[in-house]
């Protein structure tokens, strides 16, 4: 399986800016830039791409490692800040909030922590990646 986006830049790095368009088209001309990226302004930029892939991708796998072990989760609501320090993409949070009936936060954890290390953005990511996991 191939996933693909396209980036397009126009002009200098600090008055320039892009647009992104992701295959599938949910990404379709996304606005990206300088400002976007270094001064919060609207926009997307790399690192929130970043965060929303570890994000999902954690996510759906905490869901199929919980279903393998014999859980149903009916919420699993996950946020992921990836931080860019001077330059470098340094480190991947995850924080979770979950609603899995009988389970203890022991097992929970657990299955959340070996999900982090084997989803497959875990594994592409060469950085820090923390997690807090907390059953609701």
Request: proline share 4%; hydrophobic share 35%; glycine share 6%.
């Amino acid at each position: 399986m191939n996933r693909s986006a396209k980036a397009i830049w126009n002009g200098t790095i600090k008055e320039g800016k892009g647009t992104l368009t992701s295959q599938s088209q949910t990404l379709n001309k996304t606005p990206y830039s300088f400002v976007s990226r270094f001064e919060n302004q609207p926009g997307t930029n790399p690192e929130e791409l970043m965060a929303a892939a570890h994000a999902g991708c954690f996510t759906m796998k905490l869901s199929a490692d919980l279903t393998t072990a014999g859980f149903t989760p009916e919420e699993l609501s996950t946020e992921a800040v990836v931080s860019l320090n001077n330059g470098v993409i340094t480190r991947s949070a995850l924080t979770v909030h979950a609603i899995v009936p009988d389970i203890t936060q022991e097992q929970f954890n657990k299955i959340a922590f070996a999900s982090k290390e084997t989803c497959p953005v875990s594994k592409a990511y060469n950085l820090e990646i923390t997690l807090e996991a907390y059953l609701n």
